[in-house]
């Protein structure tokens, strides 16, 4: 065995988001990572950098917590394939948090299989963020399912963007890239044009009879929580019949912000957003989206919506804080470590911390 294998110490992660959490910090150190750019992603030559960080990271570290969704080519499951070809006692324990794979079609869902089956080799867990995918995830891929947990989500707002003020609004706001689906949203602004309504995109560059009551845009990382802030309500258009969760971020922020959020009824929302209690769920077509609107803008109903956007904020920020999912990470890391380690007990157990946490 070589040397440098046999002196692996300590946790590294690529999730450097949470990192600022000092439970967090205590566990996990930050491994090798390319400067990533919210509008652009990496290029080729920032994937294979990030490949090469995790690499190098998996003969310095007992455990790695990883992203599961990160870059076009997903550089980190190529790392996890390459390390299953070592032997078991070579390998550090890994664990893969965030939102699973969508399958691809024809040859590319042949090529991700066969990375899929030979990566599942290497990972001890997976840490996800919907019920959905927990139970969809093993089905697809054929992983075992006592390898698969939901981890609940969180708001990424700083402190100091929640510190600041927040005021009722004077738009409705659609924002992000990711499964999503702003055509229904459109026709809808298009039966209201008494209301402004800002996307914060690039699937509308291009989009034929853009009313003059919609905006849309890509927007950089530093100004999408400043249009939350200065919304009157929140929607997240989602694409649906897809087999992974999406669109979390934004309406957790929303929530956190003190903002009504209105999602169409997807993949994993119904783990964060309940109907009429938190926020509002529709359908996603045109009419759904036209008669949530028109109902939040009713001053009949002025007292729910308070209701309602009170409960939401309490949730994010009792519920769905970056606190709460480090503390759960860290709790896995330390049990898939222990449980790997003969003779040896972990002091959590993740099945009881998801049940109370969710």
């Known amino acids: 065995m070589p040397p440098h294998i046999t002196?692996?110490?300590?946790?590294?992660?690529?999730?450097?988001?949470?990192?600022?959490?000092?439970?967090?910090?205590?566990?996990?150190?930050?491994?090798?990572?390319?400067?990533?750019?919210?509008?652009?992603?990496?290029?080729?030559?920032?994937?294979?950098?990030?490949?090469?960080?995790?690499?190098?990271?998996?003969?310095?570290?007992?455990?790695?917590?990883?992203?599961t969704g990160r870059g076009?080519?997903?550089?980190?499951?190529?790392?996890?394939?390459?390390?299953?070809?070592?032997?078991?006692?070579?390998?550090?324990?890994?664990?893969?948090?965030?939102?699973?794979w969508e399958p691809n079609s024809g040859w590319r869902a042949v090529f991700d299989r066969i990375?899929?089956?030979?990566?599942?080799?290497?990972?001890?867990?997976?840490?996800?963020?919907?019920?959905?995918?927990?139970?969809?995830?093993?089905?697809?891929?054929?992983?075992?399912?006592?390898?698969?947990?939901f981890v609940p989500y969180m708001y990424t707002l700083t402190e100091?963007?929640?510190?600041?003020?927040?005021?009722?609004?004077?738009?409705?706001?659609?924002?992000?890239?990711?499964?999503?689906?702003?055509?229904?949203?459109?026709?809808?602004?298009c039966a209201l044009p008494e209301y402004q309504f800002v996307c914060a995109t690039r699937k509308l560059d291009g989009y034929p009879n853009l009313p003059p009551n919609v905006r849309a845009m890509q927007v950089p990382s530093n100004v999408f929580p400043e249009l939350l802030r200065g919304a009157s309500v929140v929607v997240v258009p989602l694409r649906m019949g897809t087999k992974r969760a999406s669109g979390q971020q934004t309406y957790l922020n929303a929530m956190a912000l003190g903002k009504l959020v209105?999602?169409?009824?997807?993949?994993?929302?119904?783990?964060?957003?309940?109907?009429?209690?938190?926020?509002?769920?529709?359908?996603?077509?045109?009419?759904?989206?036209?008669?949530?609107?028109r109902w939040v803008f009713d001053p009949a109903n002025a007292s729910e919506v308070e209701r309602?956007?009170?409960?939401?904020?309490?949730?994010?920020?009792q519920r769905f804080n970056p606190m709460q999912h480090a503390r759960m990470l860290v709790a896995m890391m330390q049990d898939a470590l222990a449980s790997e380690t003969p003779c040896s007990s972990s002091p959590y157990r993740v099945n009881e911390v998801n049940s109370d946490a969710s």
Not at 30 to 43: D, H, Q
Not at 132 to 141: A, K, N, S, V, Y
Not at 160 to 189: C, H, M, Q
Request: proline fraction near 5%; charge should be positive.
């Open 7 to 67: 002196r692996r110490t300590g946790c590294g992660t690529s999730l450097d988001y949470l990192l600022g959490i000092p439970e967090f910090a205590a566990t996990f150190n930050k491994i090798a990572l390319p400067p990533w750019r919210y509008e652009t992603g990496y290029n080729l030559r920032g994937e294979l950098a990030l490949l090469w960080g995790v690499l190098q990271a998996a003969t310095r570290y007992k455990g790695l917590l990883l992203f």
């Open 72 to 100: 076009r080519f997903k550089p980190e499951v190529l790392a996890a394939f390459l390390l299953s070809f070592l032997p078991r006692r070579w390998r550090p324990t890994i664990i893969f948090c965030g939102e699973t």
């Open 262 to 293: 209105i999602v169409n009824d997807a993949f994993g929302v119904r783990d964060y957003v309940r109907h009429r209690e938190n926020g509002l769920i529709v359908t996603g077509s045109p009419d759904s989206y036209v008669e949530a609107l």
């Open 115 to 149: 990375i899929v089956r030979f990566a599942d080799r290497a990972i001890s867990r997976y840490a996800l963020l919907s019920r959905d995918e927990q139970r969809l995830f093993p089905l697809i891929w054929g992983i075992d399912p006592n390898k698969v947990y």
């Open 160 to 189: 100091e963007e929640r510190a600041k003020s927040v005021d009722r609004g004077t738009y409705i706001f659609a924002g992000g890239n990711s499964f999503r689906d702003y055509g229904p949203l459109v026709e809808a602004a």
């Open 308 to 317: 309602m956007i009170a409960q939401a904020r309490e949730d994010a920020l």
